[in-house]
């Protein structure tokens, strides 16, 4: 639920920097979804090092690799949110962020199921929104 909240007020601060901008940056809407893509997925993959105790959590404690699993994720949606900003890397980071979304879903079914919170659980009904995104401002 924080993500789509992120999403929607990058997408705002869109059309203020593309207001400011004099239409010059942030043109589209393709280009305001994909900006608002691309702060979210950057600020999310961040705090897979910074705090990976907390994502760490959500990864079912059988599975090896732990560690690096959170880290990699982490680093994909850092570079991805990155390619989204520029025209001729956005398809890819889109099919690239589809992937990494549906690679993740068992790790949001996990959390949801061990420690079942509004807000684990909300998890399960807003990955496919956010896929929905992507494929709005960066693929149809």
């Avoid at 600020?43 to 959590?57: D, M, Q, T, Y």
């Avoid at 699993?69 to 850092?78: C, D, V």
């Avoid at 398809?91 to 589809?98: D, E, F, K, N, R």
Wanted: proline share 6%; net charge positive; with cysteine.
């Amino acid at each position: 639920m924080a993500f789509m909240i992120g999403l929607i007020a990058f997408f705002g601060i869109g059309f203020l920097i593309s207001l400011a901008s004099g239409g010059s940056w942030l043109s589209t809407l393709a280009d305001k979804g994909a900006f608002a893509l691309s702060a979210m997925f950057v600020l999310v993959g961040i705090s897979h090092f910074l705090k990976p105790e907390k994502l760490l959590a959500m990864i079912p404690p059988h599975w090896p690799y732990r560690e690096a699993m959170n880290y990699l994720s982490g680093a994909a949606e850092i570079i991805l949110g990155i390619l989204l900003l520029f025209g001729p890397t956005r398809t890819l980071a889109a099919y690239g962020l589809l992937l990494l979304l549906v690679a993740v879903f068992p790790a949001n079914i996990y959390v949801s199921t061990a420690k079942p919170t509004l807000y684990n659980i909300s998890r399960l009904f807003f990955q496919p929104l956010y896929m929905a995104w992507v494929w709005y401002f960066c693929l149809r």
